[in-house]
């Protein structure tokens, strides 16, 4: 007769067991893991301050309120292009859209820089940069220079040859290298 080797010791030898039994199947009455129990404690806060954050003081912007700030944008833009009416604050938001400037900038490098001089600096015509504005330096009014001309001093007029959308991304140009031509409330104006 040989000795029997020692049954190992079940590690859950002293872990409680549920009560009930299924199909003779019984459960040990585990504690859940940490990760799942932080997983889940921390979606409850997330909740709490995100409610806060979006609803209850409204600190953050809504899907709702992020659209109608993009929609301002291209408003204003679409104004800028003359698609729509153009003011001297639409013109002023268009001297803030690299886009449009680069446009502009391109515009005035072909029909402008020979007279105006390529870094505004003038020559022919009067500087269009730390200039004096003997025309206007409200950016409609720089806009209607551009586009009617000033035909006794041989500035010649544009809307026919770059047409108004061009012309509002040159004004547009002009005013993103002449922040001081800003209105009051913007800052540095
Ligand atoms: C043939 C030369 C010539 C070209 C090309 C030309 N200009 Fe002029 N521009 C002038 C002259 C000359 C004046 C008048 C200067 C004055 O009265 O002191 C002038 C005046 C202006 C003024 C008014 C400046 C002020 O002091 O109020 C603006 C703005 C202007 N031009 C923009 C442009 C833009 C933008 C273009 C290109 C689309 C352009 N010009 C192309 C000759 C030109």
């Not at 409850?44 to 409610?51: D, H, L, N, Q």
């Not at 954050?53 to 104004?79: D, F, M, N």
């Not at 006794?152 to 770059?162: D, F, I, K």
């Amino acid at each position: 007769m040989s000795k029997q080797p020692p049954e190992p010791a079940d590690p859950h030898d002293d872990e409680p067991i549920r009560e009930h039994v299924f199909d003779g199947i019984q459960e040990y009455d585990k504690k859940l893991p940490n990760w799942w129990l932080m997983t889940f404690y921390g979606s409850i806060v997330f909740s709490i301050a995100y409610w806060l954050y979006y609803h209850t003081w409204e600190v953050g912007a809504s899907p709702e309120e992020k659209l109608a700030l993009q929609q301002e944008r291209i408003a204003a833009h679409a104004a800028a292009e003359g698609l729509d009416e153009v003011d001297d604050d639409a013109l002023f938001e268009a001297s803030r859209e690299e886009s449009l400037v680069e446009a502009g900038r391109n515009a005035y490098a072909a029909s402008c820089s020979a007279c105006h001089g390529a870094e505004l600096e003038g020559g022919i015509g009067s500087a269009l940069k730390d200039a004096d504005w003997t025309h206007g330096d409200r950016p409609m009014e720089i806009r209607r220079n551009i586009m009617e001309g000033i035909p006794a001093a041989g500035m010649p007029a544009w809307r026919q040859s770059l047409g108004e959308r061009q012309i509002n991304a040159v004004t547009a140009y002009i005013l993103s290298v002449n922040p001081d031509l800003a209105p009051d409330d913007e800052p540095g104006g």
